[in-house]
């Protein structure tokens, strides 16, 4: 483990048998962006519209796509069965809760309540100007008493008269335009208007669009409207209704986003034009299904899907509809955002995070369980997602999230935790990339550390090998035989890297449990010779302490830890030294294993905990009494961990 200027201490456990699956620390890499993969935009249910381009492109007509998608659904005519019945003319709820709202007739007059006359080209309003009460000003004149909030904008359908709606930024040409009170001492605005005329206004679809998708899309927002003027067919009893629109259906996404005339105007009246002719070409065509007894059903569309639409019960819950089945979708799409660590933690509510993994998914493909986890206030936190809680938290392009990737697991420059598994000799760790690497050195049983053998800054593995007394180091964290290798130490003795003499290269000492004595050398053996005799030992602790070493107080040399499992305090000394500790306080629950670094990057080592009751890590940005910094659930019976900096 090095600081940016100055090497510092590789912590070793004293234990094995310790577990983690991943490297992870309390914070982000510099600009460090999380990189989320996806496909689609809508809710997912239904006929995707990029779908419907795709499959009228490939050949199919208008009814063979609708069918792909609506499985089981038929094609009916309004005015046979179940469709006779519902509500007309719609309403269309333009305007909610208005207090003025400001037009102009455009090619000829308009018909005002109280038999007023607006003339073309003339700039009205209508205002409330009272409790319940609206009145009709020309320009900033009144032109009637005040009356209730209510009545009808009328032209006649008379060619080319149309009323602009600066307030709403729309044109309305068909219909007419009524006013409903509204809660509050304010009103809404409806266009009331015939199904067929209602759907020429219809912005779902371009225009531009191959005509049998245009085809299915009529027939969907016609058989939408229909259900919603089914649903609301006794709208003027539906007090909730009236006083949330007054509408059958919303002007906007809500329901189907209906434009008016901009529509029919779209491309100087071709592309309109066209848009017109899939309406008439289907007219009175909807789409019906046995289990809705005949009826309208509920014709859901959007925009496009990652590969496959949703289940309805899925992403709404509800029972199933048989209607409304996932289904491949040759027309998906796809997507990609990049957020900074930092802002991804704090969208999710979290301090930090350490992973987010999608750990279900549905029959589509979408996420059903996205699993991130990270700390909040220094405790351990896991939070539980679906693809639109995750989407909504975050504000991406849909729910159909297919990869997230590029999380960043530790600052740049800190330590990190590794993993070894001495049972198959496996090395695990994350290059400054946050990108997961491994490697095989050393066989079953070796005991493994790590650290800076060649002073280059950079720490890689070493072993000792019980066996044969021997210690294997190598130079680069890479598959491959050891570099050097030496005879090291007595049976039982634990390996401990260091920096012990300040010189910026990592050394391996000893601790002998049998004695309670730390052999400190400062130079790496060669071969049989050995090491020699220690250049400097002495005692520290009692047996049964749990050694460990760390730079506790930033001056580049590695001194002695102990955490002493039977009161759980930690002691720490500040020289290489026969002596009382200079630090203690009390630390962690019985059974956790100790384990140091520099976290946070500030030169100064402290400590880090694991729990194998629950396979937690605790990590701690000084070294007092407290909560841990940062936590993460982790870990599994084949590995141990150690710390450096690869």
């Known amino acids: 483990m090095l600081r940016p200027t100055n090497k510092k201490s590789l912590i070793v456990l004293a234990m094995v048998g310790m577990v983690l699956l991943t490297g992870t620390l309390p914070a982000f890499a510099a600009d460090n962006q999380v990189t989320i993969t996806g496909g689609g935009w809508g809710h997912g249910i239904g006929m995707p519209q990029y ?33 006779v019945g519902h509500a007309s003319p719609l309403r269309i709820g333009v305007g909610q809760n208005m207090s ?30 009272g409790p319940g009460q609206c009145q ?9 008493p005040p009356a ?20 709403l930024n729309r044109t309305y040409a068909r219909g ?20 067929e005329q209602y759907l020429y206004g219809l912005a779902e679809m371009p225009s531009s669009w191959h005509v049998e998708a245009l085809k299915a899309q009529a027939i969907a927002g016609r058989t939408y409207a229909l259900y919603k003027a089914w649903i609301y067919r006794s709208l003027s009893t539906n007090t909730a209704r009236m006083a949330a629109c007054g509408c059958h259906l919303y002007a906007s996404t809500m329901d189907q986003k209906y434009i008016g005339w901009a529509k029919e105007a779209e491309g100087g009246g071709t592309w309109g034009a066209r848009w017109r002719a899939a309406v008439d070409a289907t007219n009175g065509q909807a789409l ?12 859901y569309y959007f925009s496009s899907s990652g590969g496959a639409t949703e289940n309805n019960e899925d992403q709404w819950g509800g029972s199933p509809y048989p209607y409304l089945r996932s289904t491949d979708d040759p027309g998906a799409t796809s997507w990609t955002a990049g957020i900074p660590q930092s802002s991804f933690a704090s969208a999710l509510g979290f301090s930090s995070v350490i992973s987010a993994l999608i750990t279900e998914r549905y029959v589509s493909g979408s996420p059903k369980k996205i699993v991130v986890q990270g700390s909040s206030g220094g405790a351990p936190l896991t939070k539980t997602y679906t693809g639109t809680t995750f989407k909504n938290a975050l504000g991406l392009r849909s729910h159909y999230v297919v990869n ?31 990108t997961l690497g491994q490697f095989y050195f050393g066989n079953p049983g070796d005991y493994g550390f790590m650290g800076d053998w060649d002073c280059d800054g950079v720490d890689t593995p070493g072993l000792y090998r019980q066996s044969d007394g021997y210690a294997y180091l190598r130079n680069s964290n890479t598959q491959g035989v050891a570099d050097v290798a030496f005879f090291f130490g007595n049976p039982g003795d634990v390996p401990m890297a260091g920096d012990f003499d300040g010189d910026g290269c990592d050394t391996l000492s000893i601790y002998r449990p049998a004695e309670g004595r730390f052999y400190i050398i400062n130079e790496l053996g060669e071969g049989d010779a050995g090491l020699g005799f220690a250049e400097y030992s002495y005692y520290f602790g009692n047996p049964g302490d749990a050694p460990f070493m760390g730079d506790w107080d930033g001056d580049g040399i590695d001194t002695p830890g102990l955490r002493r499992n039977s009161n759980g305090f930690v002691y720490l000394r500040h020289s290489n030294t026969q002596g009382n500790a200079d630090i203690d306080y009390f630390y962690g629950d019985p059974g956790d294993i100790v384990f140091t670094g520099d976290w946070d990057n500030d030169g100064k080592d402290t400590l880090g ?32 961990p150690v710390a450096g900096t690869p």
């Open 136 to 144: 009709y000003f020309l320009g900033e004149g009144a032109q009637a």
């Open 148 to 167: 209730p909030c209510s009545g009808a904008i009328t032209w006649g359908n008379q060619p080319n008269v149309r009323v602009s709606v600066p307030t």
């Open 176 to 195: 007419k335009l009524v006013v409903v009170p509204a809660p509050n001492n304010t009103f809404h605005l409806l266009v009331e208007i015939g199904l």
């Open 51 to 83: 779908g419907a381009k795709k499959l009228g492109e490939g050949g199919l007509g208008a009814h063979q796509i609708l069918q792909h998608y609506y499985t089981g659904a038929s094609i009916g005519t309004v005015g046979q069965g179940a469709l």
């Open 100 to 129: 003025r709202v400001d037009f102009t007739p455009v090619g000829g007059p308009l018909s005002l309540p109280g038999g007023l006359v607006a003339q073309p080209g003339q700039g009205w309003s209508l205002r409330v100007v």
């Open 288 to 299: 019906v299904h046995s289990y809705s007894g005949g009826r309208a059903l509920e014709a």
């Open 404 to 434: 997230i990737t590029g999380i960043v697991p530790f600052i740049i420059g800190a330590d990190r935790t590794m993993l070894h598994d001495p049972s198959t000799g496996l090395w695990r760790f994350y290059d400054s990339a946050g």
């Open 609 to 640: 905990l694991y729990r194998p009751s629950n396979g937690t890590v605790y990590l701690r940005n000084t070294n007092s009494t407290g909560i841990a910094d940062f936590a993460y659930q982790m870990g599994g019976p084949s590995h141990r």
